[in-house]
């Protein structure tokens, strides 16, 4: 079977990796949006804005959990420029009252000369500070909103990008698969008629020539030869490939139902390893063995 003869092409399988940055401007305001997504087994959002930015949290939130189902994302928003109206001076009289008394008992302690001042109280740093008037900036939440969702789509670009090239080359590893199921087939019957031949053979054998029963050593053989058919794993396997085949056409989110479907082809390779007695089979299967393999790592990063 080529590969061509699968559909391999599909946009919507998405990647759990990927980086999106947006930059806008609000007068004289600059915002800057930057997204970096890794691989996580549930969605896992981290928030880091500015203090003023901080009551915009839960609609960041929002914003992401639209668009992703699975993975960890780092969400950073940066600010700079605009502070006329938005700053009020904070003055601590109190703390500023203290200092002033423990000048003068420093001066009186030491004996020392000079005037305390309004400067020599301004350079104590803890007394004036800057506060943000924090409910002055929730008219900026639709630039923010705008580079947020910018880069949210940049991101996604890059996730979807990823993401079909993962896919192409789990379907092609699902085409190997496919293949060694249809060059097991034709030899089942086969090996299992060899393999009855041979265990007759071996029983009178070792019977050394005492009369059997035919009867019984029939229903014998045919009980082993039915515990050793490998038919029905072979049609599991083959309903389970095109299964996830067709999982793709569907498109993210759909890491978990590859998840539990990778478990089921991991059964029933291994049952079809185990039954099967045959050098030609046992080579397909470690074939099939590594290509699951190889898809499971694949899977891992797909949403």
């Not at 901080?54 to 605009?82: H, W, Y």
């Not at 880069?151 to 379907?171: K, N, V």
């Not at 590859?258 to 045959?278: P, Y």
Request: proline share 2%.
């Amino acid at each position: 079977m080529q590969t061509n003869e699968v559909e391999l092409v599909n946009g919507y399988v998405k990647s759990m990796t990927g980086f999106g940055r947006s930059s806008g401007s609000f007068g004289d305001v600059e915002v800057v949006a930057e997204i970096r997504a890794v691989n996580h087994r549930f969605l896992d959002i981290f928030i880091r804005v500015p203090k003023s930015y901080n009551s915009f949290e839960p609609q960041i939130r929002k914003t992401i959990s639209e668009t992703a189902n699975r993975g960890k994302f780092e969400v950073m928003i940066l600010r700079s420029g605009g502070r006329v109206g938005l700053t009020d001076v904070m003055l601590d009289y109190e703390l500023a009252e203290k200092f002033h008394n423990m000048l003068l008992e420093l001066k009186r302690r030491l004996n020392l000369g000079g005037e305390i001042t309004v400067s020599d109280l301004l350079s104590l740093k803890e007394i004036v500070a800057p506060v943000d008037r924090l409910e002055s900036f929730d008219h900026e939440w639709p630039i923010v909103e705008k580079c947020l969702r910018q880069a949210m789509s940049s991101l996604e670009d890059m996730r979807r990008t990823e993401g079909a090239t993962l896919w192409r080359d789990i379907e092609s590893r699902l085409v190997n698969i496919k293949d060694s199921i249809d060059a097991i087939s034709p030899l089942v019957e086969q090996i299992g008629s060899e393999a009855k031949c041979r265990l007759e053979r071996r029983v009178r054998d070792i019977a050394g020539g005492i009369e059997l029963d035919d009867d019984r050593m029939i229903q014998e053989l045919a009980l082993i030869a039915e515990r050793s058919d490998i038919t029905e794993e072979l049609t599991r396997l083959q309903s389970h490939v095109e299964q996830f085949l067709s999982f793709g056409k569907e498109g993210s989110p759909l890491g978990r139902k590859l998840d539990f479907l990778l478990q089921e082809l991991h059964r029933e390779v291994n049952t079809l390893g185990s039954k099967s007695a045959s050098t030609d089979i046992s080579s397909h299967v470690v074939n099939m063995k590594t290509e699951v393999e190889k898809i499971r790592e694949q899977t891992q990063n797909i949403e």
